[in-house]
């Protein structure tokens, strides 16, 4: 089956700094990769996802790559805010799956 | 967001007790799951649903029970066979039984074992 790692697992950047979080996937029939933010004690929320037709999406500052020959793919948070402080987890999802697997998640933490 | 209920948020569970969580959803959507959070982990599949009356086992499904008799409703149950059971319970649901689809989360259950 599939396995998504998610690599690392804490992450602390200073307010206005970038953030990179990275995933690797083993199945090559993945196809579809969303990211979830979630706070503290409250439930996962989509923030954004990418499918394997397109490299690279992009919504206000996430951002969303995947290379689909290396099977991995990241999230990048530009302007680093307090309120992007969270857990934020990746996951991976293919045709034929039924269910999504998910990475074990990034503590991003942003020092104001 | 508004579309998935959980109830309740905070359960408490005595040793040997079954308890039964319950996830509601307004979506019209044919997929639902159950996953398991523990504290710095990730989100471990327990049961998944793709449509009414069919459910299929996760990773982690021993010592759980689930059921599918309507669309909106997909309950879990933790049975005393469940050793240890304290964790964050999500319950989430997708337009249809396919992991291409975007899945979307209830606020949770927390459990906890006294």
Not at chain 2, 16 to 44: F, I, K
Request: hydrophobic share 30%.
């Amino acid at each position: 089956g599939e396995n998504v790692e998610q690599h690392p697992s804490t992450l602390s950047v200073q307010e206005g700094d970038s953030a990179v979080i990275k995933c690797t996937y083993s199945d090559s029939a993945s196809n579809y990769f969303p990211w979830y933010k979630q706070e503290l004690g409250k439930r996962p929320q989509l923030i954004i996802d990418i499918r394997s037709n397109v490299g690279e999406k992009k919504d206000q500052r996430i951002a969303v790559t995947l290379n689909k020959t290396a099977k991995h793919f990241s999230l990048h948070i530009t302007e680093t805010q307090p309120e992007d402080s969270a857990v934020y987890f990746c996951a991976g999802g293919g045709t034929g799956r039924r269910a999504l697997t998910f990475g074990s998640g990034t503590r991003l933490q942003v020092q104001p | 967001d508004g579309g998935i209920t959980q109830s309740p948020k905070y359960l408490f569970r005595k040793e040997g007790q079954n308890v039964t969580l319950s996830c509601e959803q307004n979506l019209n959507h044919d997929a639902m799951y159950w996953y398991r959070q523990d504290p710095g982990q990730g989100l471990r599949l327990i049961y998944y649903s793709q449509i009414v009356n069919d459910f299929q086992k996760g990773d982690i499904a021993e010592g759980y029970s689930v059921s599918r008799e309507k669309k909106e409703s997909f309950p879990l149950t933790v049975t005393s066979a469940q050793k240890n059971p304290t964790a964050f319970y999500l319950c989430a649901s997708s337009i249809s039984g396919g992991s291409t689809d975007t899945q979307y989360f209830g606020p949770g259950t927390r459990l906890t074992v006294l």
